[in-house]
């Protein structure tokens, strides 16, 4: 999720690593912050495979600073990442929102379109926080209002995707 994070920023423009930071936190730190010992060995993981590169610029008040930028390989790597988007990918809802903050840039209607048809199956399976044997329970199965609540928003949460995703599919398949 971090690496697809920092390759979808750098794909849209370089960016110092501190501005990288803060995008990714706000895409994915209020969940999870981000911290500097887990962004920065990420970044160099990229930059030693090539997907890209850190130029050195002065400081305007301090020492230097290090923008990233995204090499061609670098930008194919996200693409192939968005393409492949996995079961993980697809299933975890912070995974998925990286996934579908960066998914405009595959640049065909029809590629888009498969990675939100895998989250379209992954909704429809039944599914629950809970279950009784393999049976999952819903809402109604509980007199706790705590379980009650996580069911009921779950659902609306869910309900509210597949409304978007029908919506969103029928477009992309007449572009």
Do not use: C
Not at 50 to 62: K, V, Y
Not at 110 to 121: F, N, S, Y
């Amino acid at each position: 999720m971090l690496e697809l994070a920092i390759l979808g920023f750098l794909y849209e423009q370089p960016l110092h690593g501190y501005e990288l930071k803060r995008r990714v936190a706000h895409l994915t730190g209020h969940v999870r912050p981000i911290a500097d010992g887990t962004l920065y060995p990420a970044i160099k993981r990229l930059e030693r495979a090539g997907w890209l590169e850190r130029r050195t610029e002065p400081g305007t008040r301090a020492a230097p600073r290090h923008t990233l930028t995204l090499t061609g390989p670098g930008r194919e790597e996200l693409l192939r990442r968005l393409r492949e988007a996995d079961e993980v990918d697809i299933s975890d809802e912070n995974r998925w929102f990286t996934v579908l903050a960066f998914l405009r840039h595959l640049p065909s209607p029809a590629e888009q379109a498969g990675v939100l048809r895998r989250r379209l199956a992954f909704l429809e399976e039944p599914s629950s926080f809970f279950y009784e044997g393999d049976r999952p329970l819903g809402a109604e199965s509980f007199d706790d209002p705590f379980r009650r609540g996580l069911l009921t928003i779950a659902r609306a949460t869910s309900e509210a995707e597949l409304g978007w995703l029908a919506t969103i599919l029928e477009r992309l398949d007449t572009a």
